[in-house]
């Protein structure tokens, strides 16, 4: 009974330090990144295709960062320019590599985008440094005079996020470790057992959602326990 009461006890912190994240107000997001799932172009397929192809992020709650590629001839979508780098590192061809237009928010060619690199904006997946995209370079201009930061063509920022891939990849291994543990907790207060195995991150949200084996889990929380289900 006392392990019983603990364990709902941490669930309800749990619950409370996550309660005012994005998914919550799909009409009004809180964080820049977000938009309602209505208005975020989804371009991959799959059980899997509402979460980066990567890290398993919820692709919506960081739309204003995605991009998407034909990786070894599969389309596939990332929160972030550092997602993509990553599957660039990993495939043996990546093309057609497209990003959201922060204006219209709509997927156009990236190697046809400005993007402020640097803003205050929050950066997605970087430990530091923004990318943010845009059709035209006028609003572009207008972004970094608002955020601050520096507008420069994709191939420039594509080189810094390249640069900077393996100190992000230090930064992310830690906040995953630390999120992995947050996971189990909630393993532990909120799920039936799972024996499944899974090869992503992605596929571990996408059964849960599905299955509802966790009940009707989202967000920071869903993030936290699928990397916990891979890391275990």
């Keep these: ?33 977000a938009v309602p ?18 890290c398993g992020m919820t692709l919506p709650m960081f739309y204003r960062t995605n991009h998407a590629a034909t990786v070894d001839g599969k389309v596939m979508q990332f929160c972030s320019m550092y997602c993509l780098v990553e599957a ?34 929050p950066a997605t997946m970087a430990a530091k440094v923004s990318k943010y995209a845009f ?4 609003d572009a201009l207008e972004f970094a ?13 594509l080189e810094i996020a390249k640069r900077d891939f393996e100190s992000d990849t230090k930064a992310k291994e830690m906040r995953q470790a630390k999120a992995a543990k947050k996971g189990e907790m909630i393993y532990k207060a909120k799920c039936k057992p799972i024996d499944k195995k899974f090869t992503s991150v992605a596929e571990a ?9 966790c009940g009707d889990i989202k967000g920071k929380p869903l993030q936290a326990l699928g990397l916990y289900l891979i890391s275990r």
């Design 145 to 157: 005079k608002k955020y601050g930061g520096k507008v420069m063509t994709f191939k420039e920022a």
């Design 1 to 33: 009974m006392r392990n019983f009461f603990a364990i709902f006890v941490i669930f309800g912190l749990i619950s409370a330090l996550y309660a005012n994240e994005p998914h919550k107000g799909l009409k009004m997001p809180m964080d820049y990144r």
């Design 88 to 121: 660039m590192k990993d495939a043996k061809e990546v093309k057609d590599i497209k990003v959201v237009d922060n204006k219209s928010l709509k997927f156009i060619p990236a190697n046809e985008a400005w993007y402020v690199v640097g803003s205050s904006k």
């Design 135 to 138: 059709a035209n370079k006028e």
């Design 37 to 54: 799932f209505s208005k975020a172009q989804i371009l991959q397929d799959g059980e899997t295709k509402m979460f980066c192809n990567k």
């Design 205 to 213: 949200k996408a059964y849960v959602k599905s299955t509802k084996v």
